[in-house]
């Protein structure tokens, strides 16, 4: 594991200590599981519905070319 050194005000220090010896874990692990929560929450989503789609988009054969008509309405629904 790689080590990454940072500043902790007093107040910080005390409560990762608390919460650590409440959950009978090092300080580390405490810092880390904060570090992951956060990077969970705030990572970018996973791509547009068309980038997820991927090799489905266009695949439907007989289809109009653009399903955002009236006339696929009319086409179709009759």
Do not use: C, H, W
């Amino acid at each position: 594991m790689r080590i990454v050194s940072f500043k902790l005000n007093k107040e910080m220090d005390g409560r990762i200590g608390r919460i650590a010896r409440q959950k009978g874990v090092s300080r580390s692990a405490v810092i880390r599981e904060a570090l992951e929560q956060f990077a969970r929450r705030t990572s970018p989503r996973p791509g547009s519905a068309l980038a997820l789609a991927g090799k489905l988009v266009g695949s439907a054969k007989g289809l109009p070319r653009d399903l955002s008509t009236r006339k696929y309405e009319r086409e179709f629904l009759g």
